[in-house]
């Protein structure tokens, strides 16, 4: 079983890591040559060692951004609470800057707008309208603007737009919940450590993007609902206000989500009197296969309803709109 540890972290610091976070090379590289650490970890569940979530999990319990040598410390003497809490968790990319691509597309809906996320975490994704926007070509320079009617927000979406530029606007966002296996209290310190820590060393920008974000969910805190969304979305959904056109969002979840379920789950939110939008790999949903060609696609689709609207980035940090001559220029 340590094999099987050694070659899953001597991959991610070969293949993944690089150019995205050094000090994450460096824990990683350590680990594919630590006996005495793949032990330790060999204890997680197969599905719950990614490096990631294995390195999230130690920061949050307190672990510095230190080298290898002072991370391997950290690791020996906190082997049992570390195994436990990667036992129990599972990655959570609760990313607000997936909204800039779907923004295009809450643009087309009417409002206001009930909004149900799957998969939310902390509900970081349920924000659109507390949140500025910044819209550049690939040289940086401003394309759009937006920001809440009361100003500019402590979080700024900064997105590169390819192509034309669609018309958008801020939503009116009148409600906001969400269904996860596990939500996270954007106001409890241990919850938010968490989500911090799954931001990796070396993405500059984002850790204090994630960290603005959550003080405005604590500060007007979305209604969660812990368990699976096949099991509860029918009821979620009937909580929504009937003046409001209820949205649901599946953000970059149902790749996670095995197939049988997925197809279930789809249906059921299709089924719902409501509009949905979703950010996925192109190759994901059957629905999609007359749309796009899933292996020139760039990024991943972004869809209203099972329409392709764009491709984005999957954390949205560039998108390009593909919907036609529905859009117009703003």
């Known amino acids: 079983m340590t094999d099987d540890v050694q070659l899953r972290f001597a991959r991610f610091a070969e293949h993944e890591a690089p150019g995205r976070s050094d000090l994450y090379v460096e824990w990683a590289s350590g680990v594919a040559a630590d006996h005495d650490v793949q032990r330790i970890l060999a204890r997680i569940p197969e599905n719950r ?17 230190v080298g290898f040598a002072g991370w391997r410390d950290f690791v020996l003497a906190h082997a049992d609470e570390i ?21 295009p597309v809450l643009s087309e809906i009417e409002g206001p707008i009930a909004l149900l996320e799957v998969g939310a975490s902390a509900g970081l994704c349920l924000y659109p309208d507390r949140y500025s926007y910044r819209f550049v070509d690939a040289h940086g320079a401003i394309r759009r603007e937006l920001d809440p009617v009361g100003g500019r927000s402590s979080v700024v979406l900064e997105s590169r737009v390819d192509g ?19 939500p996270v209290d954007a106001a409890d310190e241990r919850d938010r450590r968490w989500l911090q820590g799954l931001v990796w060393p070396g993405e500059e920008g984002r850790e204090q993007r994630v960290t603005a974000a959550l003080d405005i969910a604590a500060a007007d805190p979305p209604h969660l609902v812990a368990g699976d969304a096949l099991a509860h979305i029918d009821a979620l959904a009937a909580e929504a206000p009937s003046d409001a056109t ?18 279930a789950l789809v249906e059921r939110i299709r089924r719902l009197d409501a509009r949905w939008v979703t950010i996925d790999p192109p190759a994901l949903l059957d629905v999609w296969a007359s749309q796009l060609d899933a292996d020139s696609w760039p990024g991943f689709a972004v869809a209203l309803d099972g329409r392709v609207r764009a491709a984005a980035d999957p954390l949205g940090r560039w998108w390009e709109w593909r919907a036609g001559a529905s859009a117009s220029a703003t």
């Open 49 to 65: 060692r990614q490096p990631p979530l294995v390195f999230a999990v130690t920061r949050m319990l307190g672990a510095g951004l």
């Open 83 to 103: 195994v436990d809490e990667c036992s129990g968790r599972r990655l959570q990319t609760n990313e607000p800057l997936r909204l800039a691509p779907l923004l």
């Open 164 to 182: 034309e530029m669609p018309a958008v606007r801020m939503p009116e966002v009148v409600w906001r919940a969400g269904i996860d296996l596990a």
């Open 246 to 263: 209820l949205v649901v969002t599946t953000p970059g979840v149902l790749v996670h989500i095995p197939r049988e379920a997925r197809n």
